[in-house]
């Protein structure tokens, strides 16, 4: 798939993620929106999935460790098949399959509940070292958020991933420079981030997280790094593709009114409008 189409598909996955959170009336749209981009590649280009079969034993696993960010994680599996994009209007209903956090119990495509912060990145390095005992090629990906990334136990995951050189894991850091209080330097600087993984044996990668150009080219790199695990820091911009949203802190976890919903999905159909003339 070219870029131009995933960067179509991506915008989809933004308009989705909005109408969830306006129907449910709560949810985190700023960092579904920015990393919807990542989403879009991992799911339509880098992984083996099978949407017919979600438990295929060879297949790619990803464990989403900022759980918060579930529309775009479902919006994400909707637009690839794992089940109908009506559903995810649903989101936090009472009843609903589609709850706050991933359930791996209710939701096809999902391999691993998650929701507590700085506990997924140890989720997936577990699956990463099981691969490799059972002498398996699926590759493991997990994404994380810089805000997230203040956990400690995320660092004793890397630690261990990269003392065992798990070089079938790759865990992406959505960097979006912003969590619920603010700007992450002024709340409890990660900053160099980079180098902090570095200093646990993982190969780094610094990109744009929202230019599939550089998407791709750090996901070709790191399937050829050998004997570590791979860091993607993906610099990216909150609520990216709704111009009210982007770089604002509020936006971390409430919803669009009816107003903000409809000036949210006029932005994205002109973003649509505009890659259909590419």
């Keep these: 798939m070219n870029n131009l189409e995933l960067e179509k598909l991506a915008n989809e996955i933004r308009k989705s993620i909005v109408t969830a959170v306006h129907s449910a009336k709560s949810g985190h749209p700023g960092g579904s929106l920015s990393s919807a981009d990542i989403f879009t590649y991992l799911y339509f280009e880098e992984m083996n999935i099978d949407p017919k079969n979600p438990k295929m034993e060879d297949r790619d696993r990803f464990v989403l460790s900022k759980g918060h960010v579930a529309p775009a994680y479902y919006s994400t599996l909707a637009e690839r098949g794992f089940f109908p994009k009506e559903d995810l209007v649903t989101l936090r209903h009472t009843g609903s399959y589609l709850q706050g956090h991933p359930d791996m119990k209710h939701i096809p495509g999902v391999d691993m509940s ?159 409008e505009a890659l259909c003339q590419k």
């Design 114 to 272: 998650s929701g507590s912060l700085g506990q997924g990145v140890s989720a997936a390095v577990g699956m990463a070292a099981a691969g490799k005992f059972d002498h398996k090629d699926y590759r493991v990906y997990t994404l994380t958020g810089d805000g997230e990334i203040q956990e400690g136990q995320i660092w004793e995951a890397a630690m261990w991933a990269g003392h065992r050189k798990l070089d079938n894991l790759v865990v992406i850091v959505d960097n979006n420079n912003l969590q619920i209080d603010g700007e992450i330097d002024k709340v409890c600087s990660p900053y160099p981030i980079d180098k902090k993984f570095e200093a646990f044996n993982f190969h780094t990668i610094v990109i744009d997280g929202n230019d599939f150009d550089q998407i791709r080219a750090a996901f070709e790199e790191a399937k050829k790094t050998k004997g570590q695990p791979t860091a993607i820091i993906a610099k990216t911009i909150k609520g990216k593709g709704v111009s009210f949203m982007e770089n604002e802190a509020g936006w971390h976890g409430k919803a669009p009114n009816d107003e903000q919903y409809e000036i949210a999905m006029k932005d994205l159909e002109k973003a649509g």
